[in-house]
């Protein structure tokens, strides 16, 4: 699986927008972007996953340029309980799949 | 429609003994992936089980082993423990025809050995 470099740590305030970037320079072909959020003493919960372009849901938004090596998940207007770790992965769909998961990027979101 | 159970929430134990942690997967779910999760890290692959059968091994010893149920629900077994096994585990379950890499993961049980 590919490996992803993402930032250890962000800051942000209500109601703004985040943006976090994943760089996935050896990406497959066969490959998709796939983000999960934690809380602490809580399991991963999947939150998007995408192919190219850019995929939206209730939850937020993954923008993946043309060369797919790097991504960006978007989150509209944070709230306090969006204060989690958000890891970027990398795998091929299908198959028996293992999260093969990095350090992720602690999210603090401020008052 | 319950989601991933596992028990117990949190277990202590000596370093040397055994333990036994459970799983049941997501109704409709068949596969069963287990993940350790040291303190400030990323969760860890373990190994998974579909079809009764361990399908995928992580960088683990074979002081882990795991066994799965017809009903789909899942065992982790932890022998000689050391103190480096303190960790929370996660049950993840998905279905591999489904395609893709979501899985869903239970709390966790939270292991403490001393």
């Known amino acids: 699986l590919a490996k992803t470099t993402q930032p250890i740590s962000m800051d942000s305030y209500e109601g703004q927008e985040v943006n976090i970037t994943c760089s996935h320079n050896?990406?497959?072909?066969?490959?998709?972007i796939t983000w999960y959020q934690q809380f602490p003493s809580q399991g991963p919960r999947f939150i998007i996953q995408?192919?190219?372009t850019k995929v939206t849901n209730e939850v937020a938004s993954l923008f993946i340029p043309a060369d797919r090596k790097s991504s960006t998940l978007s989150l509209p207007r944070v709230s306090l309980s969006d204060t989690a770790v958000y890891y970027c992965?990398?795998?091929?769909?299908?198959?028996?799949?293992?999260?093969?998961f990095g350090a992720g990027t602690r999210l603090a979101v401020h008052p | 429609d319950a989601g991933v159970t596992q028990s117990p929430t949190h277990l202590i134990k000596t370093r040397g003994q055994q333990v036994t942690l459970r799983c049941s997967p997501k109704?409709?779910?068949?596969?069963v992936s287990w993940y350790q999760q040291a303190l400030g890290q990323g969760p860890q692959f373990i190994f998974q089980?579909?079809?009764?059968?361990?399908?995928q091994r992580g960088n683990f010893p074979d002081r882990f082993s795991g066994h799965q149920f017809p009903n789909y629900s899942s065992e982790l077994n932890v022998n000689a423990l050391l103190l480096g096994d303190s960790a929370l585990y996660l049950c993840?379950?998905?279905?591999?025809?489904?395609?893709?890499?979501?899985?869903?993961f239970g709390p966790g049980t939270r292991l403490t050995v001393t």
């Open positions: 993840a379950s998905s279905w591999p025809r489904g395609g893709f890499l979501e899985q869903y």
């Open positions: 050896n990406i497959a072909t066969n490959d998709y």
């Open positions: 995408g192919y190219k």
């Open positions: 992965l990398v795998g091929t769909a299908g198959g028996y799949n293992k999260l093969i």
């Open positions: 109704s409709g779910h068949d596969t």
């Open positions: 089980y579909y079809e009764e059968e361990e399908r």
